[in-house]
């Protein structure tokens, strides 16, 4: 297994690799204490596992002009099926905790057996996930992608523009994503409501977030610049992350309330959840839009100059 020093200090003269391997190796170690966890089936080892999975991901695709494409593409790929794979039930799975709440907050009209239906998704909903959960960690396909890492952290496959200093190297790779962050914004602004808006919104979130992790990665040359950043688009990546969270939950309502009314109940508590659900997306998106306004003031990667 690689080693590397984490008291070793890195600045914006180090080799770029030092600062990208450094980044691998950590998240790979994380990804194992994660999947120790979820075979002690330990309370969130599955949600860090599937957060480990993409800050990976992130990082090959940040720095991936450093490292040979044959290999990382394959390894993106598999990252992606297994944050996939660990948590498409456990989505919902939340969601209807969250739904839940609300109801028993009394911040809906409960008419009819509005719990029932749901306690009942949340059984299967939890089985299925649980279910998930055992099938991936125990596959050939999951023990290949952490061979993968393992061959990856060892010995890395540089390209020559890895031998780069930071300063050199990292800023025109973090502007990317800060520029693909941008342009999925304008898109957004621009798209229609319903369906195209909500895909275009979870875009933006999707490049927050590579540009987050981006950030996270290079924290050890840049220090409390990258800090500031990485607080920065947290809070968009924050915001954006909740308003996604209430496009699930209304599809969940829908189908909760086309099964009440095939049984012949009431929809009032669906539609009243479905509402409140759709202004707190609208809150969400102003929280981001205030976020994004303020870095955007700020000039939110004025240190990588």
């Known amino acids: ?11 914006r003269t180090s080799p770029a690799r030092d600062l990208v391997h450094r980044r691998v190796v950590g998240l790979r170690h994380e990804l194992l204490r994660r999947d120790e966890e979820m075979r002690r089936d330990t309370a969130d080892a599955v949600h860090q596992a599937r957060v480990t999975c993409r800050r990976l ?3 090959l695709a940040t720095f991936g002009s450093m ?9 993106r790929a598999e990252l992606r099926w297994a944050a996939q794979a660990l948590g498409d039930a456990r989505d919902a799975e939340v969601v209807l905790l969250r739904l839940g709440g609300m109801i028993e907050a009394q911040d809906v009209d409960v008419v009819g057996p509005v719990r029932l239906r749901m306690e009942r998704l949340f059984r299967a909903r939890t089985e299925s996930a649980d279910a998930d959960v055992a099938e991936t960690i125990a596959s050939p396909r999951y023990t290949d992608l952490l061979a993968r890492l393992g061959h990856l952290a060892d010995a890395p496959p540089w390209t020559s523009a890895a031998r780069v200093e930071v300063g050199e190297a990292v800023p025109p790779l973090v502007r990317r994503d800060s520029a693909r962050l941008q342009r999925r914004v304008v898109r957004a602004a621009a798209a229609s409501e319903g369906l195209e808006h909500d895909d275009a919104v979870h875009d933006v979130r999707k490049a927050a977030k590579r540009l987050r992790y981006a950030c996270e990665s290079v924290e050890p040359a840049y220090g409390d610049d990258a800090t500031r950043a990485v607080e920065a688009t947290t809070r968009m990546t924050k915001a954006l992350g909740e308003r996604q969270d209430t496009v699930i939950s209304r599809l969940v309502v829908r189908g909760l309330a086309a099964s009440a009314a095939a049984a012949g109940e009431s929809t009032v508590t669906y539609d009243q959840l479905e509402a409140r659900e759709a202004q707190h997306a609208r809150e969400c998106e102003a929280v981001f839009d205030e976020a994004w306004a303020q870095a955007s003031r700020q000039d939110l990667l004025a240190w990588l100059e």
Do not use: C, K, N, W
């Not at 297994?1 to 600045?11: G, I, N, P, R």
């Not at 490292?67 to 390894?75: E, F, G």
């Open 1 to 11: 297994m690689a080693q590397f020093d984490v008291e070793e200090v890195l600045d």
């Open 57 to 59: 991901r992130s990082a």
């Open 67 to 75: 490292l040979d494409p044959s290999v990382i593409r394959p390894t």
